[in-house]
């Protein structure tokens, strides 16, 4: 049998179901869709705060929404600071670096069928390293401030955007080449004209991965060593303080700067490829 706090949870469960469940199917245009996500994450929210209230989850366990909300407010220029070394620095320009580095060479693997039977194997081989495995290392060759973890970023995005542009590249048909050849199109001609705006969803999709990568290599290599700020330091030190409303802020902010950065790709990818059949009807 449930008890009565179970059961207003089920309860509260219940009715933002039904709600969220008639809203979806009447949904229409982007602002009826976005403010079913919205509703879905205040129950998750809500639901959080309920449990951690009535059962009286120590803080240490699990702070309710409400204390992570307070910490973040009173730690604002803290979350900034480490938003601006972890992301804007680290996560940033190691996406940058390894998502060009990954088409350069794919246009090289493309080219040389030798680095297709030998390139491909070994970056495969470097993508099942487990990163806290490589992360001291870099962390070591390159020191402890940004640059060690724009490494690991680096090292993170660099095989799934390979293996993506060079799909990407195969992605035109053999009448689609062979017009090309009959207007004596050069390689580099057929390349820019063709074969990459035909790659694009390929491309944005390797580039869409990459950003949950590029965030999650950064933080992960502040855990071992880093000036005294980055969004890995922090939640590392404050775990070990035992204050997990601070630990969460972070997290807060890393999925909100995660989310944002994968929506503004999107959103460029929508632009770029409208013409896809994948985009119609968004």
Same mark, same amino acid.
């Given at each position: 049998?449930?008890?009565?706090?179970?059961?207003?949870?089920?309860?509260?469960?219940?009715?933002?179901?039904?709600?969220?469940?008639?809203?979806?199917?009447?949904?229409?245009?982007?602002? !009826?869709?976005?403010? $079913? @996500?919205?509703? *879905?994450? #205040?129950?998750?929210?809500? %639901? +959080?705060?309920?449990? =951690?209230?009535?059962?009286?989850?120590?803080?240490?366990?699990?702070? !309710?929404?409400?204390? $992570? @909300?307070?910490? *973040?407010? #009173?730690?604002?220029?803290? %979350? +900034?600071?480490?938003? =601006?070394?972890?992301?804007?620095?680290?996560?940033?320009?190691?996406? !940058?670096?390894?998502?060009? @580095?990954?088409?350069?060479? #794919?246009?090289?693997?493309?080219?040389?069928?030798?680095?297709?039977?030998?390139?491909?194997?070994?970056?495969?081989?470097?993508? !099942?390293?487990?990163?806290?495995?490589?992360?001291?290392?870099?962390?070591?060759?390159?020191?402890?401030?940004?640059?060690?973890?724009?490494?690991?970023?680096?090292?993170?995005?660099?095989?799934?955007?390979?293996?993506?542009?060079?799909?990407?590249?195969?992605?035109?048909?053999?009448?689609?080449?062979?017009?090309?050849?009959?207007?004596?199109?050069?390689?580099?001609?057929?390349?820019?004209?063709?074969?990459?705006?035909?790659?694009?969803?390929?491309?944005?999709?390797?580039?869409?991965?990459?950003?949950?990568?590029?965030?999650?290599?950064?933080?992960?290599?502040?855990?071992?060593?880093?000036?005294?700020?980055?969004?890995?330091?922090?939640?590392?030190?404050?775990?070990?303080?035992?204050?997990?409303?601070?630990?969460?802020?972070?997290?807060?902010?890393?999925?909100?700067?995660?989310?944002?950065?994968?929506?503004?790709?999107?959103?460029?990818?929508?632009?770029?490829?409208?013409?896809?059949?994948?985009?119609?009807?968004?």
């Amino acid at each position: 049998m449930l008890d009565g706090r179970a059961a207003a949870l089920l309860a509260v469960w219940v009715l933002a179901w039904a709600v969220n469940a008639r809203l979806a199917a009447a949904a229409r245009g982007r602002i !009826a869709r976005a403010l $079913v @996500a919205v509703l *879905f994450g #205040a129950t998750l929210l809500a %639901l +959080w705060e309920m449990a =951690v209230r009535l059962y009286a989850v120590p803080p240490v366990i699990l702070p !309710a929404p409400t204390d $992570v @909300a307070r910490a *973040f407010a #009173a730690s604002t220029p803290i %979350l +900034w600071a480490d938003f =601006v070394q972890t992301f804007l620095k680290g996560a940033l320009s190691g996406y !940058a670096i390894g998502c060009a @580095a990954a088409f350069a060479t #794919a246009v090289a693997v493309d080219r040389s069928p030798f680095l297709q039977r030998g390139l491909l194997p070994v970056g495969n081989f470097v993508a !099942a390293l487990p990163i806290v495995g490589i992360a001291p290392i870099l962390v070591m060759w390159f020191g402890f401030d940004w640059q060690s973890k724009a490494a690991v970023v680096v090292v993170m995005v660099f095989f799934p955007m390979l293996v993506n542009c060079v799909e990407g590249l195969k992605a035109t048909d053999a009448m689609q080449r062979d017009l090309m050849a009959t207007y004596s199109a050069s390689y580099w001609q057929s390349l820019l004209k063709l074969r990459i705006p035909a790659a694009m969803p390929f491309i944005f999709n390797g580039l869409k991965i990459a950003t949950t990568l590029a965030l999650i290599g950064a933080i992960v290599a502040e855990f071992f060593g880093s000036p005294v700020v980055g969004m890995g330091f922090r939640i590392s030190t404050e775990v070990g303080k035992l204050r997990l409303d601070m630990v969460w802020a972070e997290i807060a902010v890393a999925a909100l700067a995660g989310s944002a950065f994968y929506g503004l790709v999107a959103v460029l990818e929508k632009g770029v490829t409208f013409w896809h059949p994948s985009q119609r009807g968004r």
